[in-house]
């Protein structure tokens, strides 16, 4: 297993629209057991392929206290959404930046596990909300995308400021919310 790199707003490459997974073989489920050691590590509670550069719908999450439920969405299809909640998110493809985004607050999902399996669920809470989250990165959506032009300039500003001075400290703040 191998740790990725994650890739950081405003890098273009987390606006590429993810393909569908043709077939779910070998290769995919190394990529699936890379993005979950990426995911660990980080640390956080959800990461989709796109964050690691690889354009394909596959996204992973473990919402779970115990940091032992992980779970493995291919082509994740949220068929129904009902209801509303607000609640504070934050992204390691943004690190250091919580804002609180609306998200509907039951879904029904239907993907494929890492077998190749279908799987069909109703979500809710903290997982609900995380799955709408990786499913909007595979579709090239960061959840700054959910904020005013304005408060997404600034931050777009901080990001770039930040990477030039990269010290290479890890920042306190991530550890203030879950990080999807
Ligand atoms: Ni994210």
Do not use: W
């Not at 931050?155 to 930040?162: A, C, E, I, S």
């Amino acid at each position: 297993m191998a740790c990725l790199p994650i890739l950081e707003y405003p890098d273009s490459r987390l606006r590429i629209r993810a393909v569908s997974v043709a077939e779910v073989d070998a290769e995919t489920r190394t990529l699936v057991a890379d993005m979950l050691e990426t995911m660990y590590a980080a640390p956080g509670i959800g990461l989709a392929a796109t964050q690691v550069n690889i354009h394909k719908r596959i996204l992973v999450t473990d919402v779970s206290d115990e940091r032992n439920e992980p779970l493995c969405l291919i082509n994740p299809d949220i068929l129904s959404a009902e209801g509303s909640v607000s609640f504070e998110e934050g992204c390691l493809s943004v690190p250091g930046v919580f804002e609180a985004v609306s998200r509907a607050e039951r879904i029904v999902v239907k993907a494929l596990d890492e077998n190749g399996e279908t799987l069909e669920f109703d979500a809710e809470g903290l997982l609900a909300i995380c799955i709408q989250h990786e499913v909007d990165h595979l579709e090239g959506k960061l959840f700054v995308d959910y904020l005013s032009a304005l408060k997404r300039d600034r931050l777009k500003k901080k990001m770039v400021k930040k990477a030039k001075h990269r010290t290479g400290e890890s920042d306190s703040s991530r550890l203030s919310a879950p990080v999807i």
